[in-house]
């Protein structure tokens, strides 16, 4: 029965996902006891490491520009093709970081709205208010990780901008004075790109630091189950 049961409800997921309907599948997930708690702080992982490969990749971008165009490197042609797989590696970084925040975000209202209904259904006060606080509290802290998250968000895009300028003047301007401009204008990027990187890592450290409170949360929930 337990078998039938699971293939059933990885049938359904498959399905769900297909359909990409996140409130069916959070109830096919909830059927096999994986709560919204569980799915919020798995996804604020990959929120993280997101987060992580975005400082890796543009923490070496504007060197590997640099390198790309220096002097009798490369060909004009190898040039711009090297510059076009970087841009596009930092254009995939920057994708994945907003579908992770859309589905870190995703998951957390649908928490969020029910743990409200949750709290309505009390009849006891005090239980009501313990469980509101509780809710305030959660709230308040996944705030606190996605304040910086999008600040990190934002910060990509003058730095993606100018990078794909570069690569643009590369691809209609191969040559060797295209190179050597590219290479002088980097400068003008590492003050944008230095407060992406600073902003990246605040945002990796609040996003560990909500993970932990939300992974205190769900083994006290086990532990007093």
Request: negative net charge; proline residues 2%; charged residues 25%.
């Amino acid at each position: 029965m337990r078998s039938v049961r699971c293939t059933a409800c990885v049938l359904m997921l498959i399905l769900v996902a297909a359909a990409g309907c996140q409130k069916a599948y959070y109830g096919a997930m909830e059927y096999v006891g994986v709560e919204k708690r569980e799915i919020l702080v798995d996804r604020s992982e990959s929120l993280r490491d997101s987060l992580y490969r975005v400082r890796t990749v543009y923490g070496m971008a504007l060197e590997r520009l640099d390198a790309i165009a220096a002097p009798n490197a490369l060909s004009p042609e190898l040039r711009y093709e090297q510059a076009q797989l970087l841009y596009d590696e930092c254009a995939d970084r920057a994708a994945e970081l907003r579908s992770d925040i859309a589905g870190t975000e995703d998951v957390a209202n649908a928490l969020f709205e029910d743990w409200i209904a949750l709290n309505r259904a009390q009849t006891s006060e005090s239980t009501r208010a313990a469980g509101q606080q509780r809710l305030d509290e959660t709230r308040e802290g996944f705030a606190a990780m996605m304040r910086p998250v999008r600040s990190a968000e934002g910060r990509i895009v003058p730095v993606l901008a100018a990078l794909e300028g570069h690569v643009r003047h590369m691809k209609l301007n191969m040559d060797d004075a295209s190179a050597a401009t590219v290479r002088s204008e980097l400068v003008r990027v590492r003050p944008d790109m230095t407060a992406l990187l600073d902003q990246s890592q605040t945002a990796i450290d609040a996003a560990n630091t909500f993970i932990h409170t939300m992974s205190r949360q769900l083994h006290r929930q086990k532990v007093g189950e």
